[in-house]
């Protein structure tokens, strides 16, 4: 679709980030990285700044949008497997991509009844982008 010149918008639970998943060392790069095509023109691959900013600085300043209870570590992984890819011509209208994360994020953190709603819903957290086409 991209090929052909379609928009396109990708997102969900992709299960995988760089560095966290041994089929990396398979095929050498990980889903994030496939997914987003990065081999090919910045015109033709995907982008999501989140993801971006993983596979630039991996060890630095990372953003997560998932928290898992390790019972045998008695402490919680958090990971980046939620994403919400676009195609170059809608990165101009894509504003605000927004990990909702209730320990993260101001809003969250300043709600209690939000976060709690966060935690209670899902082990994973809501990823939103605002599209604005004026």
Known sequence: MIAQGKSVIVLGDLNDGPGL???????????IEIV???ELDPEAHLF???AERALRAPLLDQVSSAR???????????ALLDYIFVTHDLRKF???????????HPACWSDRDLQ?????ASDHFPVT???RFE
């Open 21 to 31: 998943d041994e089929y990396e060392h398979l095929f050498g790069r990980s889903s």
């Open 36 to 38: 987003m095509g990065q």
């Open 48 to 50: 999501d700044p989140h």
């Open 68 to 78: 898992f209870y390790q019972k045998h570590e008695k402490r919680y992984l958090e």
């Open 94 to 104: 894509a504003h605000n991509w927004t990990i909702w994360h209730p320990f993260d």
């Open 116 to 120: 709690n709603a966060l935690l209670t």
């Open 129 to 131: 982008l605002d599209l």
